[in-house]
């Protein structure tokens, strides 16, 4: 999770609130889930007072915010901290320790957020903040794409840029990815045609072109002109088409 959400934090902190909206987290119970699974629950009272309970055990502590450094100090009784901010809202805190951008301090309020699943928060706010649908392919690999703009739109799996490649994401349909963003949704149709059914992959967007491939039973369609109407007809050669 931690690596998730280092991930996507750049993405969504231009919807993070501030610390010095101190109501945001007032009189909440935050839960941090630590490495060994332990659930360690932080009250900030308006008084100061830092209700701190690990399994059912319960300190108390003290915390302060800074306001000059938009950080927290937290006095844990065992170490005081500082901890600065890189996305605050009323479901989600991400804290790290400062002078240590690899230490976070992940914590979901419990009454936002009651499975306590802070990447799957996180992910959802992304993707309706930036308007971004799922795309599942045909092995299963979840796409995030924008749901208005398909073509040219910036893809990625888990906030992370997808390789160059092709992949399908329907029986009929694949998506031709370069430098990170979708350059061609390939569409395959199929055609009656003189010599029997056959199927043409071409640019979604656009009608039949020199070069879309052209199969007949499942195969690169043998070399020849094939009438797809009256008035309509492709020649195909290396089970392309040619003109």
Same mark, same amino acid.
């Given at each position: ?74 006095? /844990? *009784? +065992?170490?005081?901290? !500082? ?5 605050? %809202? ?7 320790? @400062? ?81 990170? /963003? *979708? +350059?061609?949704?390939? !569409? ?5 045609? %003189? ?7 071409? @640019? ?40």
């Amino acid at each position: 999770m931690v690596k998730y959400v280092s991930n996507i934090v750049p993405r969504i902190k231009a919807f993070s609130e501030s610390l010095d909206r101190m109501e945001i987290f007032l009189e909440a119970p935050w839960v941090m889930i630590d490495e060994s699974g332990n659930q360690q629950k932080y009250i900030f009272r308006r008084n100061g007072e830092l209700i701190m309970s690990l399994n059912g055990t319960v300190t108390i502590g003290r915390w302060e915010y800074i306001s000059t450094a938009k950080s927290l100090l937290i006095n /844990r *009784i +065992k170490d005081t901290i !500082l901890l600065n901010q890189d996305f605050v %809202d009323n479901a989600v805190m991400i804290l790290r320790m @400062d002078g240590r951008d690899e230490s976070k301090f992940i914590l979901a309020n419990e009454n936002q957020i009651p499975d306590l699943d802070v990447a799957k928060y996180l992910k959802q706010l992304y993707y309706s903040r930036n308007q971004i649908r799922i795309v599942e392919t045909t092995d299963g690999i979840m796409l995030e794409v924008a749901d208005a703009y398909f073509n040219h739109l910036a893809v990625t799996i888990d906030g992370v840029s997808v390789p160059d490649g092709i992949m399908n994401y329907k029986p009929n349909r694949r998506v031709i990815i370069e430098n990170g /963003r *979708i +350059k061609k949704v390939l !569409l395959k149709k199929e055609y009656k045609s %003189d010599k029997g059914i056959i199927e043409i992959e071409s @640019d979604a967007s656009s009608v039949i072109q020199p070069g879309d491939l052209v199969f007949l039973n499942q195969n690169p369609a043998p070399d020849g002109k094939y009438k797809l109407g009256l008035f309509h007809s492709i020649v195909a050669s290396d089970g392309k088409v040619v003109k």
